[in-house]
């Protein structure tokens, strides 16, 4: 069965030291990969995950020191959600309590508790209590007991105007289906996986349009298995939906290709392969500054310029 969903979201942060404190400290990731942006290599990349960074556990980040804060609204990502187990929100709770985090009391959507909270950045995240996410794969060597680590992605909430055009391609080039309706919320999910299954558009009309920057969501990431099964996404969308995407681009731990959706947030479809084993063992994944090989003979020019982080 092809495994759909989604691969990886990448957010915009501001202090590169405060979004490591934030997403190892307090959430208990993995830091999988310390990277530059290979587009603009004095920035960081940051990549957080579960032990190996399974695709649909992967939150990544540029962190721009002195970048303005984005503004939610239409055409972005409105929220992004992870999985822990049942019975975890409590502790989270008392943990979120005990570290200053801002967050909102639990809520329910479609019979699952989500608190909602946000990070540093005020990137608006939540945790959702998930059946079976007990049995899926965490980072545990974190101070969060195993019971209520966070496994990956639940799904992403987009904000748009309408839900159409968005759901004709996640349906017939991205692998999900409409699951559910509740509210101004619909739901689509993607087959094959628990991890990043869930994709909701809350559709609101003429509202005001989101502005990028720090706390927002810069573009998301759907799986494709290899090469092939992204060729193949890629005709679907040229020929049913008359959209191109980029050419492949090489991005070391995955191969990618992006693309406008109607609704106006930047996708991506990102290959499993090869994953992030590729570059440096799984057991020290992330502890030092890893480049691509064009950017090799330029490293102490890009150590020079990053911000100097733990
Ligand atoms: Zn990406």
Partial sequence: MDRNGIHHVTAIASSAVRNLDFYTRVLGLRLVKKTVNFDDPGT???????????????????????AAPGRSGVGQAEETAFRVPQGAIGYWTHRFLAK?????APEKRFGETVLPFK?????PLALVAATGAEGEPAWLESDVPVEHAIRGFHGVTLMLKDVGPTAAILANVLGFA??????????????GTGLGGVLDIRAVGAFLPGRM???????????AADDAAQALMVRKLA????????????????????????????????????GFAVDEPAAILGQTLKLPSFLEPRRKEIEAVLPKVA
């Fill in 100 to 104: 200053g985090v801002a967050h909102e």
């Fill in 178 to 191: 409409e699951a559910g309706r509740e509210g101004s919320r619909v739901r689509f999910k993607a087959g």
């Fill in 44 to 66: 960081y990349h940051f990549y957080y995950g579960d032990e190996t960074g399974s695709p649909g556990s992967i939150l990544t980040f540029f962190p721009w020191e002195h």
């Fill in 239 to 274: 020929e049913n939906h008359g959209l191109r995407t980029t050419e492949q681009l090489d991005r070391n731990y995955f191969r990618s290709v992006y693309f406008r959706e109607p609704g106006g947030v930047l996708f991506e479809i990102a290959t499993d392969i090869p």
């Fill in 213 to 223: 920057g720090a706390g927002a969501v810069h573009h998301i990431a759907f799986r």
């Fill in 119 to 123: 990070d540093p950045d005020g990137m």
